[in-house]
C-alpha cells in the first residue's frame, strides 16, 4: 500500500481542485477498496485508510458520509477514529446507522452519546442489539418518552434493578410502555407487582384485554395478591368491628375495605348497605337496580365503587348467589370488560330517575 504521507499528499492535489462529484467518487472509490478485502487488513492497514478516511470525511458533502456510515456500519474491523467521528456527527443520518449497528463503540463512547446528543441519537442506541445496563441506565435516565418504549421493547437489553424501577414509574399512566414492559421475562416479581398497584384503572384493563392467555392469568393473580394484601394491610390498621350500627359511619376509603368483609362474614343487609352508602343511593334503589339487572346490577355498583375482583367476586356470592365455577368466570369475564366510565353512567342515570325499568337498564349497557 502507498504511504499515509504520500496518499494524502495525492489527495489533497486532488481535492483542492476537484469538484464535489470528484470528492465524493474518491471517498466511495477508498471505502470500497477498503470492503473488498476489510477481514483481511492488519491493523496497520486498517491504520492507514482510517487516517486517510478521516482526512476526506473533513471535505465532503453530506449524501457522501451518509453512505460511508451505512458501508462501515456492518464491520467489525472498521476504521475506528472515522467510526468515532461519524457516530459523533449531529447530522443521526449520518451518525445513527453506525450508533445503531457497529460493534466497535465502547459502552463509556456510548454512554457519552447519550448524556450529550439528541433524543434522536438516543433512540439510534436504544436500538442496539445488545445494551448493557450501564447504558440502559443513561437512556432511561435521560430518554424522553418514544426512547423508555424502544429500549424497554428491546429483548438484548439489560435492566438494573433502579432502571427496571423508573420504567415501572413511567409505565403506570402509559399503556403501550406497559405491554412492552410487562412483555419482558426479567423483570423481578416485586417490580412487576409494583407496576400492577401503582396503575391506572385504564392501564390495567388495557393490559388485561391485549395480553396472551399466559400473561393474562399472572396478571389477575397479581392483582388478586395486591388486593388481597392491601386488604390485609388495612384490617391491620384498622381493627374496628364492623358491625352495622358502626361500619356505616367510616369514611369512604375505609368502608370500601370492609365491603368484602362484610359479603365474606356472609351479612348480605350489611353489604346492601354499604354498597348504597359508597354508591351515595338509596338502599330501596340498590335492591331494585339488583332486582332489574340481577348479576350486571351487582357488578355495575362494585365497578362503579372501584373494588378489586376478590371483593366484587364475595359480594356476588353473598347478595347475588353467584357461586358456580362456570357462573363465576363468566361473571369474572363481563366485570374485566366492564369500564369504570360506563359503571359510573349508569349510576348517575339511576340517581337522576325515579325509577328504572329494565329496559332503561339494558339500554344503558
Request: contains cysteine; neutral net charge.
Amino acid at each position: 500500500m502507498m504511504s499515509v504521507p504520500s496518499l494524502i499528499d495525492e489527495l489533497e492535489r486532488t481535492l483542492s481542485a476537484g469538484s464535489s462529484v470528484q470528492r465524493a467518487d474518491i471517498l466511495r472509490r477508498v471505502s470500497d477498496l477498503f470492503l473488498l478485502n476489510v477481514e483481511a487488513y492488519t491493523e496497520d492497514h486498517v491504520a492507514v485508510f482510517d487516517d486517510v478516511m478521516l482526512h476526506l470525511i473533513d471535505k465532503i458533502e453530506r449524501s457522501a458520509l451518509i453512505r460511508l456510515s451505512k458501508q462501515l456500519a456492518p464491520a467489525a474491523n472498521a476504521p475506528i477514529r472515522t467510526v468515532h467521528s461519524l457516530a459523533e456527527h449531529d447530522d443521526i443520518e449520518i451518525s445513527g446507522p453506525l450508533i445503531e449497528r457497529s460493534k466497535i463503540l465502547s459502552d463509556d463512547f456510548l454512554i457519552e452519546l447519550a448524556k450529550t446528543k439528541s433524543q434522536a441519537h438516543l433512540a439510534a442506541i436504544a436500538g442496539r442489539e445488545v445494551l448493557t445496563e450501564r447504558v440502559t441506565e443513561v437512556l432511561v435516565d435521560r430518554g424522553d418518552d418514544e426512547v423508555t418504549l424502544k429500549v424497554t421493547g428491546n429483548h438484548g437489553a439489560r435492566f438494573s434493578r433502579p432502571s427496571f424501577m423508573k420504567v415501572a414509574e413511567k409505565a403506570q399512566s402509559d399503556g403501550r410502555l406497559a405491554e412492552q414492559f410487562v412483555a419482558r421475562s426479567d423483570i423481578p416479581p416485586d417490580v412487576f407487582q409494583h407496576l400492577l398497584r401503582k396503575a391506572t384503572e385504564v392501564v390495567k384493563n388495557r393490559l388485561l384485554k391485549n395480553a396472551d392467555s399466559d400473561m393474562r392469568v399472572r396478571i389477575t393473580k397479581t392483582l388478586a395478591d395486591i388486593a388481597t394484601e392491601v386488604a390485609r394491610e388495612r384490617a391491620q390498621v384498622d381493627k374496628d368491628s364492623y358491625s352495622p350500627g358502626t361500619v356505616l359511619h367510616l369514611d369512604a376509603d375505609r368502608l370500601k375495605s370492609k365491603v368484602g368483609e362484610l359479603a365474606r362474614a356472609g351479612k348480605r343487609t350489611e353489604t346492601i348497605e354499604a354498597l348504597a352508602a359508597l354508591s351515595k343511593l338509596p338502599v330501596p334503589t340498590v335492591k331494585n337496580l339488583m332486582r332489574q339487572g340481577a348479576t350486571d346490577g351487582l357488578l355495575i355498583l362494585c365497578k362503579s365503587i372501584g373494588l378489586g375482583w376478590p371483593d366484587a367476586k364475595r359480594v356476588l356470592a353473598t347478595v347475588g348467589n353467584v357461586s358456580g365455577e362456570a357462573e363465576t368466570k363468566k361473571a369474572f369475564e363481563r366485570y374485566l370488560a366492564l369500564t369504570a366510565d360506563t359503571a359510573n353512567r349508569v349510576v348517575r342515570f339511576v340517581k337522576s330517575c325515579k325509577a328504572i325499568s329494565k329496559a332503561d337498564f339494558q339500554r344503558m349497557l
